[in-house]
């Protein structure tokens, strides 16, 4: 078999033949990795011109491409908040996600322009919200979108203490929305009355 595979390989036609297709395979690699290579240029001028790098950028220049860890960052609003924006469940958030996955897997409306889409809309409109009424550095305003790890990392309170506080177990609840979290829980008041506690429970903390 083997001997009769290199008498056929031998064959000029056989060989210009592979070598043609070795070629071709080569071209559409670097056509590919080309490409790329240029969309990634494009996007980093793109990210220098509009002052996204030095986070002076407006709303107006997030465009689908974009992942919500780099919008996250370049807007100084929590991922979080973000995803909250984008109704993504919390347990399918993936921080490296383009603003065009998203869109595919939720099923967002993206009939708009490459420019435009519904996902940059809700995130311009959240993140023009969020300016309007920031969190507080050192965490002392509890926000229904957060997570109770989310507010652990923030203020630097173990998630165990405000579990404990809380009065309810930690396993499985540590990563959901306040909001979600107080309506499975079922807390006396609703979500309000649950956020507040969550910030007795901070207090409590710092009070010791």
């Given at each position: ?110 009939s708009l ?68 979290l107080s ?14 506690a969550v ?10």
């Amino acid at each position: 078999m083997i001997a009769r595979l290199r008498t056929w390989l031998a064959r000029p036609r056989v060989r210009m033949l592979v070598t043609i297709v070795v070629i071709v395979i080569g071209l559409a690699v670097a056509a590919v990795y080309g490409i790329r290579s240029v969309q990634s240029f494009r996007q980093l001028r793109y990210i220098q011109q509009q002052g996204l790098d030095r986070g002076t950028a407006s709303v107006d220049a997030i465009r689908p491409w974009m992942t919500v860890r780099f919008v996250a960052v370049a807007y100084a609003v929590p991922e979080e908040y973000l995803f909250n924006a984008l109704d993504v469940p919390y347990n399918q958030r993936n921080t490296n996600s383009t603003l065009r996955d998203i869109e595919k897997i939720y099923q967002i409306d993206s009939s708009l322009t490459d420019s435009r889409s519904e996902a940059v809309e809700r995130l311009k409109k959240g993140i023009t919200e969020y300016r309007a009424n920031p969190v507080t550095t050192g965490l002392h305003d509890v926000r229904l979108w957060m997570s109770i790890r989310y507010i652990a990392n923030s203020s630097g309170v173990p998630e165990s203490f405000i579990f404990q506080q809380l009065g309810i177990p930690q396993e499985g609840n540590d990563t959901k929305p306040l909001g979600l979290l107080s309506d499975e829980q079922h807390y006396p008041g609703g979500p309000r009355a649950f956020e507040q506690a969550v910030q007795r429970a901070l207090d409590a903390h710092q009070g010791q």
